[in-house]
C-alpha cells in the first residue's frame, strides 16, 4: 500500500516517524511519502518533501506574516499527493494546514485517515461537521475526545497514547551527564519550545532563573531545527549547556522542569518530574487566543486531568521571579512535590499503557485494505 503522511511540527515528526514503523510491520510492502522532520526521515529512509522546519507557524499574528509561505506549502504538498496517489492520506494534528489538505484529497477520492485530532474541543468546536464529511477515520490520543465527538454522532477510534510508545521504548543513556559535562549537583531541564517565536519570548525568562539557584545546573533542550549558536544568543557567557535530541534523558536526571506549553509537558509528566507550564506570545495573538480559546488550562497535563495538576504561568504571569517562586515550591516543600507526583499517577491512570502507534497502524492498514477491495 502507498501511504502519504504529513506532519507539520516536532512532535507530529516523533509520532510520524513511530507510525511508520508500526506500519513497516503490518504492511511489509508498505511505500511512503513524507512531509515530515528528521525522525520521520530516518523512519522513512527518505528526504521529506517539505521539512517541520519550514511549516510550524504559532500564533494568529505569526501565520498572518507568513501566509505566502504557508500557500505555497499547500500548494507544493497538493501537487504532490496528485503525482504520487496514495491508497490513503495520514494526516497528523497541525490542523490549520492538515484540514486543507484532507478537504483537497476528499473531493480527489483519496481516503483520509486523521491520526492525533486537531484540539478543536479547546476552539471553533463548529469545525467537527467539516471534520465529518472531509475525515474518513479519526484516530484519537487523549481519552476525553472520543465523548466529545460523541457529542456530535461522529465515531472514532481510541488508540491510546503515542508518547507512552516513544518513552517505553526509549533508550535511556546512563552516563548522560558526563556525556554532556555535567556535575553532581541537581539539574534544572528548561524547554523553552521548537518554534522561534516561543524560544524568543520564553527563553530570556528561563536563562534569568540561573542567578536564583546557584546550588542547581540548568540545561536546555534544544530543538533540533536550530543550532547551538541561537541558543548562546540567550546564554551569553552562563555556563547553561544546550543538549540536541536528549530531551527524555535531561528529563530523567532533573530534579524540576520548566517547560513551555505543548507535547513536552505531556512528556514532563509521563516521566513524573515536577514542572511548572509557561507559555508566552505576541500579545495579540495571547488576546484573540483569549477570546476565542473555549478550555480552563493550556497544559495536556491538566487537561487530561481535568484539574489544575501543575502551575501554569501565561503571558504577564510568565517571568523569572514567578517561575523561580514555583520551582523553589517544587524542589523545597515536599508536600506541594508530593502532590504533583500524585497527580501524575491518576494521569497515568488516564493514560493507559503504551501500544498507540501499533493500534494506529493496524486501523489505517485495515481501512486501506477495505477500501482497496
Known sequence: MKYYIVAGETSGDLHG????ASLKREDPHADFRIVGGDQMKTAADQDPLIHTSAMAFMGFVEVLMNLSTIRQNLKAVKEDIIRYQPDTLILIDFPGFNLKIAAFAKKKGIRVCYYI?????????????????IVDHMLCIL????????????????????LLDAISSYQFNPAF??????????????????????IEKILPEMVGLYYLFPAHQFVI???????????????????????????????????????????????T?????????????????????????????????????????VRELIQEDCTTR???????????????????????DILAEK???????????????????????
Request: hydrophobic share 40%; net charge positive.
Open 177 to 198: 551527564k558526563e556525556d554532556n559535562g555535567l556535575n553532581e549537583r541537581p539539574v534544572i531541564a528548561l524547554l523553552p519550545g521548537s518554534r522561534k517565536m516561543e
Open 117 to 133: 485530532s486537531p484540539k478543536i474541543w479547546a476552539w471553533n468546536q463548529g469545525r467537527v461537521h467539516k471534520i465529518k464529511k
Open 269 to 309: 509528566g509521563i516521566l513524573k518530574v515536577p514542572q511548572v507550564v509557561v507559555y508566552k506570545a505576541n500579545a495579540l495573538s495571547i488576546k484573540i487566543a483569549r477570546l476565542l480559546v473555549k478550555v480552563k488550562f493550556i497544559s495536556l497535563v491538566n487537561l487530561i486531568n481535568n484539574f489544575l495538576s
Open 322 to 344: 514567578a517561575i523561580a517562586d514555583e520551582l523553589k515550591e517544587l524542589i523545597n516543600n515536599k508536600e506541594h512535590r508530593a502532590s504533583v507526583l500524585e497527580n501524575y
Open 143 to 162: 481519552p476525553f475526545e472520543v465523548d466529545f465527538y460523541k457529542k456530535f454522532n461522529y465515531s472514532v477510534d481510541y488508540v491510546g497514547n503515542p
Open 17 to 20: 516517524a513511530n507510525l511508520i
Open 221 to 267: 533542550a534544544g530543538a533540533p531545527n536550530f543550532g547551538t549558536d541561537y541558543y548562546q544568543r540567550y546564554i551569553g557567557d552562563l555556563p547553561i549547556r544546550v543538549v540536541f535530541n536528549q530531551t527524555y534523558d535531561l528529563l530523567q536526571v532533573a530534579d524540576a522542569a520548566v517547560v513551555t506549553s505543548g507535547t513536552a509537558t505531556l512528556e
Open 351 to 373: 493514560l493507559g499503557q503504551p501500544g498507540a502507534s501499533q493500534k494506529a497502524a493496524k486501523l489505517i492498514f485495515s481501512y486501506t485494505s477495505d477500501s482497496s477491495d
